[in-house]
């Protein structure tokens, strides 16, 4: 390395714009810069924004759009960074904090033995439920709308203490953690596995996994969770499913059907399935045409996830038979940011931002910084 002399800089603080000069180092082979003091100030090269501007830009796109992110650091910092910088930032921030947290993940799923224990748990959960799901975001034209998949992860325990807490109403969660990819389920999939590991899956007495019925799921949960996991399908999408039947093929009217609905639900949360099974294949018998196979579908959709729909047992047992908690994931964490008015996002700047909000949503945005 050679020295290039003393260079002059300006960037722009959490106390306003500060100039400054700087003794520059150049290689002599690759002919690459460097400068000591850039790196201890936590600036890289060519940025124009200090480590706590950067900070607080990525924190308003994370809630915010861009525009309004920008406008948001004018308000609260009296500082002007330009749309486009606060998604550059953002995206530059969300990166880095997605490289980490692929790699805490990779710690989580390392083999373990004598030579390497098993990391501690953040919560070491007596009884353990997993849910997940997926969120839909547009996309720009020319690019396919992309899923969003989510999971989430908390103690049953705290759930209850936490109800108890509060008395009567629903159920209140406590300390959860959160996992969300918008690449693919082969790419979740390790990410849903290390959060069972972060909240305590090796410990735990009992494992419940809530979903709302896609294959890879049920998969997923069969492969990776112990062999008297319950595997819960989510009551109100089943309800949802026995309501298009009715609404399709039984020629009633709307209070008829309202009554024959309620009736399924009843029988379906008593773990009365069976019943409404014989019902579905009497008319099957004697329907022809489109509401046959109306009938076929819906047939083989029950019976596929019988052992996921015995409520009465869950529900004694103390399970959820809901996958509210992770519907207000897809809602919360994904939704509120990447569905804004008028927003079509370009599937490679998804993941990036959605990085952002998992930290925030995991509680670990100042543990970020301190690691980035």
């Known amino acids: 390395m ?3 002399g003393d260079r002059p800089r300006r960037i722009r603080t959490l106390a306003g714009p ?3 000069r700087r003794r520059v180092f150049e290689c002599s082979g690759c002919r690459a810069s460097t400068a000591p003091l850039d790196a201890e100030m936590g600036v890289a090269s060519g940025q124009k924004l200090s480590r706590g501007v950067e900070r607080k830009v990525a924190w308003s796109v994370a809630h915010h759009s861009f525009s309004a992110a920008a406008a948001d650091m004018v308000e609260m910092t009296g500082i002007e960074v330009s749309p486009a910088e606060c998604q550059r930032v953002a995206l530059e921030v969300g990166r880095r904090l997605e490289e980490e ?3 805490r993940d990779a ?3 390392a083999p373990v033995g004598p030579e390497a224990p098993a990391p501690e748990p953040e919560v070491a959960a007596e ?3 997993l849910m997940a799901d997926a969120a839909c975001v547009l996309t720009v034209a020319g690019e396919e709308h992309k899923s969003v998949l989510c999971g989430r992860a908390f103690a049953l325990e705290d759930r209850a203490r936490k109800q108890k807490d509060r008395g009567a109403g629903r159920p209140f969660i406590g300390l959860s953690r959160h996992a969300a990819d918008a690449q693919s389920w082969e790419t979740f999939a390790p990410r849903l596995k290390a959060l069972a590991w972060r909240m305590g899956l090796r410990r735990a ?3 419940a996994f809530v979903g709302d019925g896609a294959a890879p799921q049920w998969r997923w949960a069969e492969e990776n969770l112990p062999a008297d996991a319950a595997l819960i399908q989510d009551f ?4 949802e499913h026995l309501a298009g039947v009715a609404r399709e093929v039984f020629d009633e009217n709307e209070a008829a059907m309202a009554e024959r609905l309620e009736r399924w639900k009843t029988l379906l949360r008593a773990s009365g399935l069976e019943e409404i099974l014989e019902e579905l294949r009497a008319e099957h018998r004697r329907r022809r045409g489109a509401k046959r196979q109306r009938l076929e579908k819906e047939i083989a959709y029950l019976e596929r996830g019988r052992a996921r729909m015995d409520y009465a047992r869950f529900e004694a047992e103390g399970w959820p038979i809901g996958s509210g908690a992770i519907e207000a994931d897809c809602k919360h964490l994904v939704k509120e940011r990447f569905d804004l008015t008028g927003a ?8 990036p931002v959605l990085a952002l909000r998992t930290a925030i949503f995991n509680q670990e945005w100042e543990t970020a910084w301190r690691r980035n």
């Open 205 to 207: 007495r009992r494992v």
């Open 127 to 129: 009884r353990l439920v």
């Open 101 to 103: 947290q692929r790699r």
């Open 18 to 20: 500060v100039a400054y």
């Open 2 to 4: 050679r020295s290039c």
């Open 344 to 351: 079509r996002w370009r599937r490679a700047n998804i993941q």
């Open 107 to 109: 710690e989580r799923l």
């Open 236 to 239: 109100w999408h089943v309800v």
